[in-house]
């Protein structure tokens, strides 16, 4: 029995075990619950006198702040730990972290008993094998990443496609000129995800619609994730061929694009979490929804698996059914529509609509 086990009565582990039943879903048939991405509530735990738990959460270069997923990854933490007033440890990479580097920070983490450990970004996965291998009796967890197979590493993923397929839908039906946009950062696995989900909606709720596609650096670029500039250039260009609603999908280049459709006054569409509640207020009314990737719900669940005992190694896929992935509503632009996603969600949680993962030649 671990110390955050003792924190809590036995009585109380069968509650947790409904959150485990949930995420569990997401690897078969997915529940229909919470379509726009608003996560069904596991029952809270009582906070239990004893030892403090210890929680560590590590991000890549850029650390926590900009609403993307290492914010999102902190919510969850920070609301399992107030569950029974634990201790968050935050730890940021840096921009020349070598592996070695990265493997000599979670080692530390480790050896000061941090449980469980939290890393955001692929980049962590190799020196996290390492060090699972060292400290086996450390849960950890990698968000965006499922290649580290090794006991107590849980991987963190998300069904994007199924999210992105909804906000595509969005700007199909919204758009007025049959054309939209998707904007990415480099083109790999992940992002393409994005694309296949945001065509494959766009032309579900309208097969006629055009979607123009334009990566801001190709796979062959280096290092940088993003490059605001150049999509705020993209966005312009794609406005001026004719789009009036652009999904601009990564954290920073998405700011841009947003900011380029208040200049044209036309949509964006935000990603990660609800743009229109982080953005300035003077560029709100150019959000149409955001796509909404809900790395607390994830990291929120999987903290109190880890604290009751039941947590399970191996790869967790957060789709729409458990809330894991879906649409904004804020500011009431697509309220009008709002009952047509819901069913695309419905139907997609369902299994009747596959969502695919990789755009179409």
Not at 88 to 109: C, F, M, S, V, Y
Not at 336 to 341: E, G, R, S, T, V
Request: net charge negative; aromatic share 8%.
């Amino acid at each position: 029995m671990t110390p955050w086990q003792r924190r809590f009565p036995l009585a109380l582990i069968a509650c947790s075990l409904l959150a485990l039943a949930a995420i569990t879903a997401t690897k078969g048939t997915q529940s229909t619950q919470a379509p726009t991405g608003q996560a069904s509530t596991p029952p809270a735990l009582a906070s239990v006198p004893g030892l403090v738990p210890r929680i560590a959460i590590a991000y890549d270069v850029g650390g926590r702040g900009n609403a993307g997923v290492n914010e999102l990854a902190w919510e969850g933490v920070k609301r399992a730990a107030g569950e029974f007033d634990a201790e968050i440890k935050e730890i940021t990479a840096g921009p020349d972290d070598t592996d070695a580097d990265r493997e000599e920070r979670l080692t530390k983490l480790a050896e000061d008993h941090y449980y469980p450990i939290f890393a955001i970004g692929s980049a962590w996965a190799g020196p996290l094998e390492k060090v699972s291998a060292k400290y086996p009796g450390t849960w950890f967890g990698i968000v965006d990443d499922g290649t580290v197979n090794a006991p107590k590493v849980i991987g963190i993923q998300f069904n994007e496609e199924q999210g992105s397929f909804l906000v595509g839908a969005a700007a199909a039906l919204t758009s007025k000129t049959g054309n939209v946009g998707f904007i990415g950062s480099i083109q790999s696995p992940l992002l393409e995800k994005f694309e296949a989900g945001f065509t494959a909606g766009a032309r579900a709720a309208d097969p006629d619609v055009q979607v123009q596609v334009k990566y801001v650096l190709r796979p062959a670029a280096s290092a940088a994730a993003s490059d605001p500039a150049k999509a705020r250039t993209a966005a312009l260009g794609m406005y001026d061929a004719g789009a009036d609603v652009i999904f601009g999908a990564d954290a920073d280049s998405g700011d841009e694009v947003i900011q380029a459709a208040h200049d044209r006054g036309l949509w964006a569409i935000g990603v990660d979490s609800d743009q229109y509640l982080m953005a300035d207020a003077s560029v709100r009314d150019a959000i149409l929804t955001s796509m909404l990737k809900r790395a607390d719900v994830a990291t929120y669940m999987i903290t109190m698996e880890v604290a009751n005992g039941v947590a399970k190694d191996g790869n967790n896929v957060f789709g729409v059914g458990v809330g894991g992935v879906g649409y904004s509503t804020s500011g009431g632009f697509v309220d009008p529509i709002k009952a047509q996603l819901d069913d695309f969600a419905a139907k997609i949680g369902s299994g009747e609509i596959l969502v695919p993962t990789k755009p179409k030649p």
